[in-house]
């Protein structure tokens, strides 16, 4: 007969659960950084406004609109969003019909549902109401599983003035690059 050595309470079950006793513990996940895919960019937006608050909304979808999304056909030039009965909702986000969708296509125009904690919306709801502010949708991204996600932001419009200004400091970065360049 073979004796048997006294064991630890611990023990490691496929390297995520330690049981000790009669305790089951999980270690704490950690918040893994997620990259995005950018697909389309409302250029228009940044020239226009200034960006208080940034926002990442899920955007329903149907499989014809993500197809044409992921192989970038889409313009947001014209985008805005709105409420409606307390949801948020994107406008004239122009997604290009599917070439192979058939008779399942979708409108290019359609207003689309965006998704957000309940929170967000009632503070984004909130803010709009104040006088010159406005919701803009700025990128179309794609996660890394695929997912398609619409950035927006709570943001204020520029003066005439204000948009001068960026486009000196447009033009001021573009003359800096260009001597680095040179001096290279």
């Known amino acids: 007969m073979e004796t048997k050595k006294p064991t630890n309470n611990k023990k490691s ?6 049981i000790s006793g009669n305790k089951t513990t999980k270690p704490k996940q950690t918040a893994i950084a997620e990259t995005y895919k950018i697909r389309a960019s409302n250029k228009r937006a940044h020239f ?5 608050e940034k926002y990442k909304a899920g955007i329903i979808l149907s499989g014809t609109e993500v197809k044409s999304v992921k192989s970038g056909k889409l313009n947001m030039s014209d985008a805005y969003c709105f409420f409606k009965d307390s949801e948020l909702w994107v406008k004239n986000l122009h997604i290009s019909e599917y070439e192979r969708g058939g ?4 409108e290019p125009k359609n207003a689309r549902k965006l998704l957000l904690n309940k929170r967000e ?5 909130q803010k709009i109401k104040e ?9 179309v991204l794609e996660t890394e599983r695929g997912y398609i996600k619409l950035e927006i932001a709570l ?3 520029k003066k005439a003035y204000d948009k001068r200004d960026s486009i000196k400091e447009k033009d001021q970065r573009r003359d800096f ?3 680095a ?3 290279d």
Do not use: C
């Not at 079950?13 to 330690?18: F, L, M, Q, Y």
């Not at 008779?103 to 979708?106: A, I, M, T």
């Not at 919306?121 to 709801?125: A, I, S, V």
């Open 13 to 18: 079950i496929s390297g995520s659960t330690a």
């Open 48 to 52: 226009e406004y200034f960006f208080i």
């Open 103 to 106: 008779v399942y296509n979708h």
């Open 121 to 125: 919306l009632k503070r984004l709801e």
């Open 131 to 139: 006088r010159g502010l406005t919701i803009v949708p700025i990128e």
């Open 155 to 157: 943001a204020k419009g």
């Open 177 to 179: 690059d260009r001597q």
């Open 181 to 183: 360049s040179h001096n």
